[in-house]
């Protein structure tokens, strides 16, 4: 399980997040939702290391990691896709796949990939950047399996994609699901994302106005969460 307990963080230009509590169940999807400038890919940040928050706290089953480095988060699990693809467009796939696997691992990495996305394996050759931006998040995507890790953290990993590649893209998402991994979703496709989750936050002014499984959620719920006028 993680948890983030009365987050806060930010950057130079002020505070983003303001007391954030969040719980990822084992084998979960939950789906952070909330409007533009929320503070959602700053969470993502902080739960994957890479900002550390001015008070709170972040545990994963059970240990006090927070403020840990990305790299010690990685062997203990967590896998962030971030927003905007993050793959290196000047190597290869196969040298993308080698270096997002762990030693244990690296060398199946490529078989691996091309088993759950067939299209990877036709350009284990082909440098990364020279993809279609529906295929750089594949490969992005990819992370996720040969990581090996049990809690994956995606960013808006639908963004700037047509329609057939999104729904592609969920399905790789229902699979990683399916495998017994837990998802923490950022996700601009609400009817998409409440249709993957089990649990859904939703996010506003860098507050959780809203904290609840997603059959609970509807239309109403989402309107007046983005627009502020939920109390919690």
Same mark, same amino acid.
């Given at each position: 399980m993680f948890e983030l307990n009365g987050i806060t963080a930010g950057y130079?230009?002020?505070?983003?997040?303001?007391?954030?509590?969040?719980?990822?169940?084992?084998?979960?999807?939950?789906?952070?939702?909330?409007?533009?400038?929320?503070g959602k890919t700053t969470l993502?940040? $902080?739960?994957?290391?890479?900002?550390?928050? !001015?008070?709170?706290?972040?545990?994963?089953? @059970? =240990?006090?990691?927070?403020?840990?480095?990305?790299n010690k988060l990685v062997k203990r699990?967590?896998?962030h896709v971030p927003e905007g693809r993050g793959v290196f467009p000047g190597l290869t796939v196969a040298d993308n796949l080698r270096m997002q696997a762990p030693p244990? $691992?690296?060398?199946?990495?490529?078989?691996? !990939?091309?088993?759950?996305?067939?299209?990877? @394996? =036709?350009?284990m050759n082909q440098l990364a950047g020279t993809m279609s931006g529906g295929e750089?998040?594949?490969?992005?995507?990819?992370?996720?399996?040969v990581a090996d890790a049990?809690?994956?953290?995606?960013?808006?990993?639908?963004m700037g994609l047509a329609p057939k590649i999104v729904e592609e893209i969920f399905e790789y998402l229902r699979r990683i699901a399916r495998m017994g991994k837990s998802?923490?979703?950022?996700?601009?496709?609400?009817?998409?994302?409440?249709?993957?989750?089990?649990?859904?936050y939703i996010l506003n002014r860098g507050e959780i106005v809203f904290a609840g499984e997603s059959g609970e959620v509807g239309e109403e719920t989402i309107l007046q969460s983005y627009l502020g006028e939920l109390a919690g």
């Open positions: 130079d230009t002020g505070l983003v997040l303001k007391g954030v509590d969040i719980v990822v169940p084992d084998s979960c999807v939950v789906a952070l939702l909330g409007p533009n400038g929320a993502l940040r $902080v739960a994957s290391g890479l900002l550390t928050p !001015a008070s709170g706290q972040m545990t994963l089953n @059970g =240990e006090d990691v927070t403020g840990m480095a990305p699990g967590i896998c244990s $691992v690296d060398r199946k990495a490529a078989r691996v !990939a091309a088993e759950v996305f067939p299209r990877l @394996g =036709e350009r750089q998040q594949m490969l992005a995507l990819a992370h996720a399996y049990n809690l994956v953290l995606l960013d808006e990993v639908s998802l923490l979703i950022v996700e601009q496709y609400v009817t998409r994302a409440l249709e993957l989750a089990d649990y859904v």
